[in-house]
């Protein structure tokens, strides 16, 4: 049974934490296509969360296209590992991994980081008005 | 299941103005507000900020001065044992009769509860390895803690509600506790209230939040619309709080800048971009803290902060 | 609810129980050996044809040998036990619940409050009347023998036969039951309780048992037997059985004996009214506070 875990201090809301974790499980191979995820009650008490919040993973979950539910039998994995990232966005990734690689050899910390691409982010949109 | 479902169905819990008065002091003033069916819901307060008192009117124990209250519908006028019918109790430091065995407890609880499920509180214990015939007194804290949660359990009411439950555990045991009531809640629509004043876990649990302090309401509402209503502003030291797009709630000013946590008025638009301003979501730690540090007599804003929280068109969720 | 309240006094139920077999078994010896005694000394036949006059030196011989239960020191002890009984159960009936936080699990189980107690205090009061009446069985049975020399209306003997030590309990319980409810705490309550008790106790006994009925009083001539108290046999009216209350040369004021039931049932009443007057009480108390 694919099993969650849960950072509670990492500041990333836990339905979230748990749709990263498919998909990252998706990506590295470790979900198939068909697999059924536990159930709410399972993850719920697992994990010591509220089983809404569970409830609400897999429906964003549902929402991307990575799983869906049949009635009466569980939530199944509907993706594969390549849909799971569409092709754009993997070019994306990859150019992502060599700038931050640079940064991480620059000496950049997260916060660095999150307030250079904040700025950044100001500056396009000064430049666009 | 989530958030909006206020119509419908009846709200596990309502209260109207609602307030407790012991000799001169209140526990409890001016308390409204709502919990639907099915959430599991965080009452924060620091110690002595009516948390204990707004349960004990809730379950029964303890009657209103003045206002109202109802559970699923039965108000504090109905009979004491409908009312006692629809709520399970945990209390805090989970009384039990240290002389009795884990078996004369369950007799206890079917021979004073009409609805009690003995063969649930015997699957449960039998789960947890606790043998009937022990006593309670030679329980650890921990067990103790889960014979009374089965207790509270078997009774197969519609509403659990626990007083600070963890406190006195220790964190195996904390965690073990808490699994059994996500897995109680799960799947059965049980509506869940956990009084608590350790912040920081309670994200994990709850999806609707009330703040409690000095009596008072501060904040109610669906924990995710609640969020998503507030954010964490980064401005100037000079601005002023009315050139602020929203309520500030808590403000900590630094040499040139300032750091503040805005409620967005329903009405306002989202938050105007300014040449060096930011605004980024609020966790769910901070806007509960903020809200705590608060002073605790602010009855007039007592109203907008549940007339913001109260799910309306321009609050849903926000997708991070 | 019966289960519940049963169960939560069974420990004091078997103390109760092992306090009645130890005074059952020292009246078995005592009762036994003094009927022996009686028959011994043919005091049956001398007491037919006489109010005892007739075997002056047997009387004393039995009364010797028996009569030290009679003294200050035990009757002080015992004056206490039927109050100090009804403290300790009542005492910690309501008061451990709140002490010990259980009310809030007894409390909000689906039966109101006000149905709790009643249940448990209707239980209780049912043992503590058995026990009562168990215990004035067993004195009485053991005493018999003594009882004919000295009937049962004098101070000493009279608070164990009849209704009056069933009814010390019941009020020592009602007491402590509604001290309990004030208090919140369990030996606080035994001890505020005890002592209005005792006090009670102790002024109806010496203030106002004597004259439940006016007295009588009638003239006699004494000659060798004529004193007041539990050791003359016969007393100065020539009756076994009188309380003699005063002697004014030669009238002696008295109650007669066949007064013992009349007055056992005015006593009785009144600690049984207050007894139920602190029942009462604290099941109104307690439904208020809840309301």
């Given at each position: 049974m694919f099993r969650f875990r849960l950072d509670g201090s990492s500041g990333v809301p836990p339905y979230l934490q748990l749709v990263h974790q498919v998909r990252q499980s998706l990506l590295l191979g470790y979900l198939e296509e068909g697999d059924r995820l536990p159930t709410v009650k399972d993850v719920a008490a697992d994990l010591a969360i509220n089983p809404n919040t569970v409830v609400k993973a897999y429906r964003q979950l549902e929402h991307e296209g990575l799983a869906g539910g049949r009635p009466g039998q569980g939530t199944f994995i509907t993706a594969t590992s390549s849909t799971a990232l569409p092709e754009e966005q993997q070019v994306l990734r990859a150019s992502l991994e060599e700038w931050l690689r640079a940064v991480e050899e620059a000496g950049l910390d997260e916060e660095a980081v999150t307030a250079l691409i904040a700025v950044a982010r100001q500056d396009m949109k000064k430049e666009k008005v | 299941m989530t958030q909006n479902d206020t119509g419908g169905n009846i709200p596990a819990l309502r209260t109207d103005r609602l307030g407790r008065r012991?000799?001169?002091?209140?526990?409890?003033?001016?308390?409204?507000?709502?919990?639907?069916?099915?959430?599991?819901?965080?009452?924060?307060?620091?110690?002595?900020?009516?948390?204990?008192?707004?349960?004990?009117?809730?379950?029964?124990?303890?009657?209103?001065?003045?206002?109202?209250?109802?559970?699923?519908g039965e108000t504090s006028h109905a009979p004491m044992?409908?009312?006692?019918?629809?709520?399970?109790?945990?209390?805090?430091?989970?009384?039990?009769?240290?002389?009795?065995?884990?078996?004369?407890m369950f007799h206890l609880g079917r021979a004073m509860n009409p609805s009690w499920d003995q063969k649930l509180a015997l699957a449960r214990t039998d789960a947890l390895d606790i043998p009937l015939k022990r006593k309670v007194k030679s329980l650890s804290g921990g067990q103790r803690a889960q014979v009374s949660l089965t207790m509270a359990l078997a009774k197969r009411a519609p509403l659990l509600v626990l007083d600070e439950p963890v406190s006195s555990l220790d964190p195996v045991a904390r965690l073990e506790f808490m699994r059994e009531v996500m897995a109680a809640a799960a799947g059965t629509g049980l509506t869940v209230i956990i009084a608590s004043h350790v912040v920081s876990e309670l994200e994990r649990f709850c999806d609707w939040l009330i703040v409690l302090t000095g009596g008072h309401v501060q904040l109610a509402g669906p924990a995710d619309n609640l969020i998503a209503a507030h954010r964490l502003l980064t401005v100037p030291r000079a601005t002023t709080d009315a050139e602020l797009p929203g309520l500030p709630v808590h403000r900590t000013d630094s040499d040139r800048h300032s750091s503040v946590l805005v409620r967005a008025d329903p009405g306002r638009r989202a938050v105007q971009e300014r040449p060096g301003w930011q605004a980024d979501p609020v966790g769910f730690e901070q806007l509960v803290m903020a809200y705590l540090q608060r002073p605790s007599k602010s009855a007039a804003r007592d109203d907008t902060a549940q007339a913001a929280a109260r799910p309306g068109p321009n609050t849903k969720a926000v997708t991070r | 609810m019966i289960w519940v309240s049963w169960r939560q006094h069974r420990g004091q139920a078997i103390a109760c129980l092992a306090v009645l077999a130890a005074l059952a078994v020292y009246a078995i010896l005592l009762g036994t050996s003094m009927r022996t005694a009686f028959g011994h000394d043919a005091l049956t036949a001398?007491?037919?044809?006489?109010?005892?006059?007739?075997?002056?030196?047997?009387?004393?011989?039995?009364?010797?040998?028996?009569?030290?239960?009679?003294?200050?020191?035990?009757?002080?002890?015992?004056?206490?036990?039927?109050?100090?009984?009804?403290?300790?159960?009542?005492?910690?009936?309501?008061?451990?619940?709140?002490?010990?936080?259980?009310?809030?699990?007894?409390?909000?189980?689906?039966?109101?409050?006000?149905?709790?107690?009643?249940?448990?205090?209707?239980?209780?009061?049912?043992?503590?009347?058995?026990?009562?009446?168990?215990?004035?069985?067993?004195?009485?049975?053991?005493?018999?023998?003594?009882?004919?020399?000295?009937?049962?209306?004098?101070?000493?003997?009279?608070?164990?036969?009849?209704?009056?030590?069933?009814?010390?309990?019941?009020?020592?319980?009602?007491?402590?039951?509604?001290?309990?409810?004030?208090?919140?705490?369990?030996?606080?309550?035994?001890?505020?309780?005890?002592?209005?008790?005792?006090?009670?106790?102790?002024?109806?006994?010496?203030?106002?048992?004597?004259?439940?009925?006016?007295?009588?009083?009638?003239?006699?001539?004494?000659?060798?037997?004529?004193?007041?108290?539990?050791?003359?046999?016969?007393?100065?009216?020539?009756?076994?059985?009188?309380?003699?209350?005063?002697?004014?040369?030669?009238?002696?004021?008295?109650?007669?004996?066949?007064?013992?039931?009349?007055?056992?049932?005015?006593?009785?009443?009144?600690?049984?009214?207050?007894?139920?007057?602190?029942?009462?009480?604290?099941i109104w108390l307690l439904h208020r506070r809840a309301a």
């Open positions: - | 012991y000799g001169r002091v209140w526990g409890l003033r001016n308390c409204t507000l709502e919990v639907p069916a099915g959430v599991i819901a965080g009452l924060v307060g620091p110690n002595g900020a009516g948390k204990t008192t707004l349960l004990e009117m809730i379950i029964g124990l303890l009657q209103p001065t003045e206002g109202q209250l109802s559970v699923f044992a409908a009312r006692l019918a629809q709520v399970g109790y945990v209390a805090q430091d989970h009384p039990l009769y240290r002389d009795f065995s884990v078996g004369d | 001398c007491l037919a044809r006489s109010q005892g006059t007739a075997c002056p030196a047997a009387i004393q011989a039995f009364t010797n040998r028996f009569g030290s239960e009679v003294n200050i020191a035990f009757w002080s002890v015992v004056l206490i036990v039927p109050g100090l009984i009804g403290v300790l159960v009542g005492g910690s009936l309501i008061a451990r619940e709140l002490e010990y936080g259980t009310w809030r699990l007894a409390w909000s189980q689906t039966v109101p409050r006000a149905r709790w107690l009643a249940v448990k205090l209707a239980l209780v009061t049912g043992g503590l009347i058995v026990l009562g009446a168990a215990m004035t069985g067993v004195i009485t049975w053991y005493r018999a023998p003594m009882d004919r020399l000295t009937g049962h209306l004098q101070h000493n003997i009279y608070d164990f036969e009849g209704l009056v030590l069933t009814a010390y309990i019941l009020s020592a319980f009602g007491f402590a039951v509604l001290a309990g409810l004030l208090l919140r705490r369990s030996i606080p309550a035994m001890v505020a309780a005890f002592i209005p008790w005792l006090a009670i106790r102790l002024v109806v006994e010496f203030v106002f048992r004597d004259h439940f009925l006016a007295p009588l009083t009638t003239t006699v001539n004494c000659t060798q037997v004529c004193g007041e108290g539990i050791g003359f046999v016969p007393q100065a009216t020539g009756r076994i059985g009188d309380l003699v209350l005063s002697i004014n040369g030669n009238v002696v004021t008295y109650q007669p004996a066949d007064r013992f039931w009349t007055f056992q049932f005015i006593e009785a009443g009144i600690f049984v009214a207050l007894t139920a007057a602190a029942l009462g009480a604290t």
